[in-house]
């Protein structure tokens, strides 16, 4: 099987407003695929139109190989789709949201009953089967939207931040969930905030800002590319760093508020340049670098609503 969406100059337009311009993308079987991106840089739009809910203003679209404008219905028969916010039933239980949400399907009930177990076991939510969903955890929710999804044997997963608001344990939690329906051949893609989700699932991402992506290619490469292998962070009482003088401390160096990051490929070397030029921070740390230094240095650091 080729490719199972490809995007070529896609476009998508809300009157004057350009949310996608012309993006070009592919989006290969058994990967796990990422849309990074500050808010309104085009991520939802994108995937809605991926999704068959939303036509596009421009461009071309194949999805699992046919034009969501004219084979939607059969596309997201296909798909399996993990909305940011739960649309979970809560007039139904645990067990009746997997069996009934796999009725519209049209899916044979000797069947539905043996998936709806599997489900619910690789959702951890066996013991909870019969239980209400309104009082379940972020965590568990968000584990049964994605065992929802998986009701029809998806060729196809979209993920909407699927860990958003959840606290660390359910993230990672969550995470395991996602690595090991990878590991099983399915293919995912996932829009996130969170940079160090991205660092760790996915093979390859694009980031998008205004409208247009900006780079792309595995977390490893882009980190490789974009920034230096290690990052120096020095702090200072607030302000005092203006009066720091950093020139030739290494490849790249930022200013921030309390503190100068000093990108270099050996952290060690540069923080040694720093005591030797008599700058005595209140602080120092030598990190590698990660997704997000090189998410803030394509989209920068100011707020974006």
């Known amino acids: ?15 004057d407003l350009e949310a996608v311009r012309g993006i070009d993308f592919d989006v290969e079987p058994g990967e796990l695929f990422g849309f990074l991106g500050p808010n309104g840089a085009g991520k939802s739009s994108t995937m809605r139109m991926i999704g068959c809910v939303s036509p596009r203003s421009g461009g071309k679209l194949r999805v699992l190989g046919m034009d969501p ?40 009930r000797p069947y539905l009953i043996e998936k709806t177990a599997e489900l619910l076991e690789f959702a951890q939510l066996t013991e909870r089967a019969n239980d209400d969903v309104e009082p379940l955890s972020g965590g568990m929710k968000r584990r049964l939207s994605i065992a929802r999804s998986l009701i029809n044997e998806p060729d196809l997963m979209l ?6 608001g959840l606290d660390p344990q359910a993230r990672h939690v969550l995470w395991d969930k996602l690595f ?42 882009l980190i490789s590319r974009y920034s230096t292998r290690e990052v120096v962070e020095l702090r200072f009482p607030p302000g005092d760093q203006d009066a720091v003088d950093a020139s ?10 309390d503190r100068l990051l000093l990108y270099a490929d050996d952290g060690d070397a540069a923080l040694a ?17 990660t997704l997000e230094d090189v998410f803030l240095r394509l989209t920068g650091r100011s707020l974006v609503d």
């Open 1 to 15: 099987m080729g490719e199972l969406v490809h995007a070529s100059g896609l476009e998508k337009r809300f009157d």
């Open 69 to 108: 404008e004219t084979e939607g219905p059969r596309i997201r028969a296909r798909l399996g789709v993990v909305p940011q916010l739960d649309n979970l039933d809560f007039e139904l239980n645990v067990r009746q949201n997997l069996y009934i949400y796999g009725r519209y399907f049209g899916l044979p």
């Open 159 to 164: 993920l909407d931040e699927p860990t958003t």
């Open 180 to 221: 090991r329906l990878k590991q099983a051949g399915v293919t995912l893609i996932l829009t996130t905030h969170y940079m160090d989700e991205a660092e760790q699932l996915c093979d390859r991402l694009v980031v998008l800002d205004g409208g247009r992506i900006v780079a792309e290619g595995s977390p490893g490469r």
């Open 248 to 257: 030739g401390l290494a490849d790249r160096v930022e200013a921030l508020p």
């Open 273 to 289: 340049h720093v005591h030797a030029r008599g700058i005595h921070p209140l602080s120092s740390l030598v990190r590698r670098s």
